[in-house]
């Protein structure tokens, strides 16, 4: 797809690592698969994607983790 912040580069499959700050909990989640604007860098992720992202964030905030660093692996 075309890049929405540059709209002139396109994106390609690729892993990220994400990092999400949310309350007390920040968690790094590493090989996240994104797609990533050739021109910009821009990334996107998906919506099935963020969903898992978020399960790993709660899984930290249950364990009592103020930081977690993790590999990406789908729900
Ligand atoms: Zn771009």
Same mark, same amino acid.
């Given at each position: 797809?075309?890049?929405?912040?540059?709209?002139?580069?396109? #994106?390609?499959?690729?892993? +990220?690592? +994400?990092?999400?700050?949310?309350g007390a909990t +920040?968690?790094?989640?590493?090989?996240?698969?994104?797609?990533?604007?050739? #021109?910009?860098?821009?990334?996107?992720?998906?919506?099935?994607?963020?969903?898992?992202l978020e399960k &790993? +964030?709660?899984?930290?905030?249950?364990?009592? &983790?103020?930081?977690?660093?993790?590999?990406?692996?789908?729900?």
């Amino acid at each position: 797809m075309t890049c929405i912040a540059c709209k002139k580069g396109s #994106t390609l499959p690729g892993k +990220v690592t +994400v990092t999400i700050d949310k309350g007390a909990t +920040v968690v790094v989640i590493r090989d996240v698969p994104a797609h990533v604007c050739s #021109t910009c860098g821009e990334e996107y992720i998906d919506a099935d994607t963020m969903r898992d992202l978020e399960k &790993l +964030v709660c899984a930290a905030q249950k364990a009592g &983790l103020n930081i977690a660093i993790q590999h990406f692996k789908a729900a």
